[in-house]
């Protein structure tokens, strides 16, 4: 079935896409489109979450705009601070507090009582207040300002590291500064690099380049606009991924198309003629793999995470934009070029002297031979790498989310050294204020709490916020079982209406969300790309094959990447959220291959038999579909740039995927299952036949 994409059929034609595009383009881009959020964690919770609840209480107490920092010390020879020296970092409390103030007119920051010194004598801390409102960037430059005066009044025998949740957050907000241009130069250049190898033309690549580019400008434009307006919030992650995505995703749709082009100039003269079958050829499986990546994409917008969310709803803008480009845009800008764009290989009419596809004629030659040995250990191989991920563990700590040690970080392990754990992140309960002395007596009795005090500043005739210092790490698991207690016990108070809030309870509540959302999404994706295949490939036996394919790739990379991350990278964990982003890509993206070599073969089944028709298109698809596996997993590679380990893990995951799903699933398991079953393959009807399927399989 031919789709109606509209190609240039003269020069005349193709000036006139060009004009049209480059005059949409002017318009989207002339648009302002609001600022990107800071990535804020307790926005993004459910409304329903403690942790949201308890935040939203806050905003109504005293002092409810301000957090505290940690201003940490620590001896740099290992011998107890003496008193002369403690007295100095005391008196320097109000110089820091005051530095931080000055930062922002409107702020106020206070010292929170007198310095702490450590049992051995070797580590002191104070505690300021910071004021929080009204965006993170204040909060950061009060961080910057603490920062810069610790450090210049702070004795040279003594290290100085400012910690707490405001600290953290500022080296969060660091880590998004200028990713979006980080991580474009970085994508552009891998891609670059790997269109040049592939066309071995030092002119072709940059047209798909130029074409994918601005795709992805034109489409982080239209998702920036458009979000406000529909209440999602879009921050530096969501546009980072949807970035690759569109880079990823758009460039393989390139490749394709550039191949079919490239190899009907070598049956034809006229460039016009050859482009428009070309994309009548593609169009179909590129639009398949388009639909089948955008409405997994948007089931995400049904996740109870914004930041989830925000993914989902960039990078299905991001699809469609990349296929609208790559099927109206590119075709126009190639036949302008005409036939030297592929200079020094430039096709000629009956030249087959360039064919690349001799080496997957040999493969389909051995699959053919031996169809039900090579499906039995392509499934072994599967098998075998999936083992690793049945002993990986889940979930990140505060200090655990960096691929680099911030100084947040930094503090945070040297004040756990010589106080409890929690003490730089305490648990925040809001009580109602009538039932604080009965909530302090249950929270005193859950394992785990060191104390529990009112927050002097943080109360008022309704509520009061409880501080509750933990035995745990921030974030830990253990911390999230002490939060599970608290719960309990505060719950158990009559009349109380507690709440436990913090940031570990806000990355407990993170966690269990979405546990929930990969128990929605994942059924719902896995039928859209069953969908889309039964429609494409009109066939039942070969969508349920394809689809279960794709599974095994995911479960074999995510135990391939769990090795890398455990025994390589020495990882403690994998970070909440990630197998569910990773499973969405590889599902979604991972399916793109299997409809590419499936829709050629069934094209190729109608003249010349399933398993013919399987070998012709595993030879003709072999070079430029391996060319786009590769350049895609280099692309979700390219994630690892940013110093968050949550990004690291989905780039590595996806990108080992889709190397085993290009070299070993597509190129090896889907035609040996195509040769072993014979036309029951395409069951209920062989395409181009009136009959049902009846070739006999093939026995190994």
């Not at 409304?47 to 905003?59: K, L, P, V």
């Not at 398949?288 to 925000?310: M, N, Q």
């Amino acid at each position: 079935m031919a789709l109606p994409i509209p190609t240039p059929r003269r020069r005349r034609g193709a000036w006139l896409v060009l004009i049209i595009f480059v005059l949409a383009i002017g318009g989207v881009m002339a648009a302002k489109a609001p600022a990107l959020n800071e990535p804020t964690q307790v926005q993004g919770l459910p409304s329903n979450s403690q942790s949201y609840q308890a935040a939203a209480i806050q905003a109504g107490l005293p002092q409810a705009s301000s957090q505290p920092a940690f201003v940490v010390y620590q001896s740099t020879s290992g011998q107890p601070l003496v008193q002369a020296t403690q007295e100095s970092l005391q008196q320097n409390a109000s110089k820091l507090a005051h530095a931080a103030a000055t930062a922002d007119p409107a702020s106020e920051s206070i010292v929170l009582g007198p310095l702490k010194v450590s049992k051995d004598g070797t580590v002191a801390v104070s505690t300021i207040s910071i004021a929080t409102a009204p965006d993170d960037n204040a909060v950061a430059s009060r961080i910057t300002a603490l920062r810069a005066e610790a450090a210049k009044v702070t004795p040279s025998s003594v290290s100085v590291n400012v910690t707490g949740g405001p600290a953290f957050t500022t080296d969060l907000a660091d880590v998004f500064n200028g990713a979006d241009t980080t991580l474009l130069i970085a994508t552009a250049l891998v891609v670059a690099v790997l269109l040049l190898i592939t066309y071995r033309s030092p002119i072709l690549w940059i047209i798909p380049l130029l074409v994918v580019g601005m795709a992805d400008q034109v489409s982080q434009h239209i998702a920036a606009t458009l979000a406000p307006h529909l209440g999602i919030r879009i921050d530096g992650g969501a546009t980072g991924i949807s970035q690759v995505l569109v880079f990823g995703a758009g460039t393989d749709y390139a490749l394709l198309l550039i191949a079919r082009y490239r190899d009907q100039l070598r049956q034809t003269e006229d460039r016009f003629a050859a482009i428009r079958v070309a994309v009548t050829r593609t169009g179909e499986a590129i639009v398949a793999s388009g639909v089948t990546v955008t409405l997994s994409l948007l089931t995400l917008l049904l996740a109870g995470i914004s930041s989830t969310r925000a993914i989902g709803f960039c990078g299905a803008i991001g699809i469609v934009v990349a296929v609208v480009f790559g099927l109206v845009l590119l075709p126009a800008a190639l036949v302008l070029c005409g036939r030297g764009v592929f200079w020094p290989l430039v096709p000629k009419v009956g030249d087959h002297s360039h064919d690349d596809g001799k080496v997957f004629a040999k493969i389909g030659g051995v699959v053919k031979k031996r169809p039900g040995a090579i499906t039995l250990g392509a499934i072994a191989l599967l098998v075998l790498a999936s083992l690793p991920g049945l002993s990986q563990r889940i979930g990140l700590s505060t200090t655990q989310q960096f691929t680099a040690t911030p100084e947040s970080v930094v503090g945070q392990n040297i004040l756990a050294s010589s106080f409890p754990a929690g003490t730089s992140d305490p648990v925040q309960v809001l009580v109602h204020t009538g039932t604080v002395a009965e909530v302090e007596s249950a929270i005193a009795h859950v394992p785990g709490v060191t104390s529990v005090s009112p927050n002097r500043y943080a109360h008022d005739a309704q509520w009061t916020e409880l501080d509750v210092i933990t035995t745990a790490a921030p974030g830990s698991n253990a911390s999230f079982d002490t939060i599970t207690h608290l719960r309990d016990a505060v719950g158990s108070v009559p009349g109380s209406q507690g709440v436990v809030g913090g940031t570990s309870a806000q990355q407990l509540d993170f966690s269990v969300a979405s546990s929930r959302d990969a128990r929605v999404i994942i059924p719902l994706v896995l039928l859209i790309v069953l969908a889309v295949l039964l429609l494409l490939l009109r066939a039942v036996v070969a969508p349920v094959l394809l689809l279960a394919t794709v599974i095994g790739t995911y479960l074999a990379s995510l135990g391939i990447s769990w090795f890398i991350f455990d025994h390589i990278a020495h990882y403690p964990a994998i970070a909440s959220g990630v197998r569910l982003y990773a499973f969405l890509f590889l599902v979604a993206l991972g399916v793109d291959y299997n409809i590419f070599l499936t829709s050629r073969a069934r094209e190729e089944t109608i003249t010349y038999g399933t398993r013919d028709g399987m070998l012709r298109a595993l030879t003709s698809t072999g070079g430029v579909i391996t060319s786009a596996g590769i350049l895609l997993a280099a692309v979700f590679a390219v994630l690892g740039v940013l110093p968050l380990i949550q990004l690291t893990q989905v780039g590595i995951i996806v990108c080992v995927g889709v190397l085993l799903d290009t070299l070993l699933v597509r190129t090896v398991l889907v035609p040996s299952l195509a040769m072993l079953l014979g036309n029951r393959f395409w069951w209920p009807k062989v395409p181009g036949s009136t009959a049902p399927s009846s070739e006999p399989a093939t026995q190994s």
